[in-house]
């Protein structure tokens, strides 16, 4: 089964937060990361956070860890039509796998 | 290059035929990936090629997947007798050191590859 889950649909309006949720396995996982895959193109490298860490705040984006339960997420404040595309959580499980999510694809509406 | 560079772009092959996938990595990077990515689905880890190391080639899915990498650049990959299931975009990425760590992977755009 999946080591990495995500809900694979979200649709948000233009100007309000999303938030991506993702569960995870692997207890021993030492960085956790988000990627955006956008229409066409391979993947950027959002944020990455440390398993040490509760949270990370890069500009718009604030990434919350939640180790006990698994749990990670991803909220893009003021959401902008740009940010329409896949976002995928990964776990490193060692120093170098990377082991992803199936991606939650994110609309933005007007 | 700038970033990391595949070839082709886009492949469509007739079922049983081999193809040879290209990836040209970031100047500098010692570290190589393979992934393969099926419609919907998330990222399956293939290859991994770090320095003169051998590579990590655990993610191959049958022996009719084989890579190899020059060095530290250019790697091909390879699919023999290729069937209907191997149909996904192949991604290729590198980083400057060891990957995960929290160093950044740069990935490519993929090699979309359509089994007919």
Not at chain 2, 45 to 71: C, H, V, W
Request: aromatic share 10%; glycine share 10%.
């Amino acid at each position: 089964g999946e080591d990495v889950e995500q809900s694979l649909f979200l649709s948000v309006r233009e100007g309000d937060s999303s938030v991506i949720n993702c569960t995870y396995t692997d207890s021993s996982s030492t960085y956790l990361y988000w990627y955006k895959q956008e229409p066409g193109a391979g993947l950027q490298l959002l944020t990455y956070i440390f398993s040490n860490m509760d949270m990370k705040q890069d500009q718009r984006l604030t990434v919350l860890l939640n180790k006990k339960d698994k749990h990670l997420s991803l909220r893009i404040a003021d959401t902008q039509t740009g940010d329409s595309a896949i976002y995928f959580c990964a776990e490193s499980m060692n120093d170098y796998k990377l082991s992803f999510g199936a991606g939650t694809t994110v609309t933005v509406r007007a | 290059g700038a970033g990391v560079s595949q070839s082709p772009s886009n492949k469509v092959t007739e079922k049983g035929k081999d193809v040879e996938l290209r990836c040209d990595p970031i100047s500098g990077h010692t570290a190589l990936y393979w992934y393969r990515q099926r419609l919907g689905q998330g990222l399956e880890f293939l290859i991994y090629f770090q320095g003169n190391s051998a590579p990590d080639k655990s993610g191959l899915p049958s022996d009719r997947f084989s890579a190899e990498r020059t060095g530290e650049s250019v790697s091909t990959l390879t699919i023999q007798r290729t069937q209907q299931e191997d149909s996904a975009v192949y991604l290729c990425a590198s980083s400057p050191l060891q990957g995960g760590s929290g160093n950044t992977i740069y990935f490519g755009e993929g090699s979309w590859l359509t089994v007919v």
